[in-house]
């Protein structure tokens, strides 16, 4: 299994950007795929994710309604539109999958809930 974000980048306050995360060697669409990200000397927190079966999304307080999830499983591909952007939302984002297709809801928010990770795309954002 690989999954390859990207997208990262320098924006200022108030910018926007689209991760990308494109995904093989499992069936995408019987994955549960998640956004997390980690800042510097934090531990990593759960900023998305989207269902396979409903597509359903859930998002962290920090970033609903500024942040989208949304996947096309023709294109194995999840993506995270981030807009207004913050300070505060400067981080390594992570990509994960989760392929076990009855996982309790409460999983997908923290990271033990997914099986495969992606290597990271850094955002920074300037003031």
């Known amino acids: 299994v690989q999954l390859q974000a990207s997208g990262g980048g320098l924006v200022q306050t108030g910018g926007s950007l689209r991760l990308s995360c494109v995904t093989s060697?499992?069936?995408?669409?019987?994955?549960?795929m998640g956004w997390f990200r980690q800042a510097p000397e934090k531990e990593r927190e759960f900023v998305a994710a989207?269902?396979?079966?409903?597509?359903?999304?859930y998002y962290a307080d920090s970033v609903k309604g500024r942040f989208t999830i949304s996947r096309d499983n023709a294109k194995n591909t999840v993506w995270l539109q981030m807009n207004s952007l913050k300070t505060e939302d400067a981080a390594v984002y992570y990509c994960?999958?989760?392929?076990?297709?009855?996982?309790?809801?409460?999983?997908?928010?923290?990271?033990?809930?997914?099986?495969?990770w992606g290597q990271g795309t850094k955002v920074t954002v300037s003031s």
């Open positions: 060697g499992r069936s995408f669409r019987r994955a549960t």
């Open positions: 989207i269902k396979w079966d409903s597509g359903r999304t």
């Open positions: 994960a999958a989760d392929y076990e297709p009855y996982s309790v809801l409460s999983s997908l928010r923290l990271p033990s809930g997914y099986d495969s």
